[in-house]
């Protein structure tokens, strides 16, 4: 099993920025694809941000250019840095990952618990 768990989440004001972290721990052999997803209220959780072990990302329209997403694989770790903060950036944001527990099994998705994020105009 693998817990997912976020911090950095907060209030800020527009234009302001945050940084989000993510630590993976328990039972892993390796972590894969590692993200940002994120909900606002009365809206569905839309993605945010990919990244894979090698550093490629990916992100959604609305935060290219203002979000960047890196891990340590070392720390089994990935950081949301979160820069330009407008109001429609306020939600829950949730991190996940594709991990795989032992050396012959599978790969299987894990979330964490989320964190809040509000930024006030």
């Known amino acids: 099993q693998v817990q997912l768990v976020e911090s950095g989440g907060g209030l800020v004001q527009a234009g302001g920025s945050l940084r989000l972290s993510c630590a993976a721990s328990?039972?892993?052999?390796?972590?894969?694809?590692m993200g940002w997803y994120r909900q606002a209220p009365g809206k569905q959780r839309e993605l945010v941000a990919t990244?894979?072990?090698?550093?490629?990302?990916n992100y959604a329209d609305s935060v290219k250019g203002r979000f960047t997403l890196s891990r340590d694989n070392a720390k089994n770790t990935v950081y949301l840095q979160m820069n330009s903060l407008k109001s429609e950036d306020t939600a829950v944001y949730y991190c996940n990952c594709n991990a795989i527990t032992t050396r012959p099994g599978g790969s299987y998705n894990y979330w964490g618990q989320g964190t809040q994020v509000t930024v006030s105009e």
């Open positions: 328990g039972t892993i052999f390796r972590l894969d694809l």
């Open positions: 990244i894979t072990r090698q550093g490629s990302t």
